[in-house]
């Protein structure tokens, strides 16, 4: 007998979804998957935990990302371009 399926709809900040589905990204995981381990884990033990997480480096990693996407990016096409950029002081 096939397993019957339940949609589960919420309402997300979308901010807070986009950086939560960042984190997931980097993790390896779907939205789906985090959903569907949080049901089974309340199932089991009765409690709502909170069990995912980035390691300390991939969330440095991901702040820097962030804190930088907007900056402007010098393009260094020749050599002397490359050392005038260091020589500046």
Do not use: C, W
Not at 18 to 36: H, L, Q
Not at 65 to 81: G, M
């Amino acid at each position: 007998m096939p397993t019957k399926v339940k949609k589960v709809q919420v309402n997300v900040d979308r901010t807070t979804a986009d950086n939560a589905e960042e984190i997931m990204k980097e993790i390896g995981v779907t939205p789906s998957v985090v959903v569907n381990t949080l049901y089974k884990e309340i199932e089991a033990t009765g409690k709502i935990p909170l069990s995912f997480s980035l390691t300390p480096r991939q969330r440095a990693e991901m702040e820097l990302n962030r804190a930088t996407q907007d900056l402007p990016v010098k393009h260094l096409r020749t050599q002397k371009e490359l050392e005038d950029f260091f020589d500046e002081d």
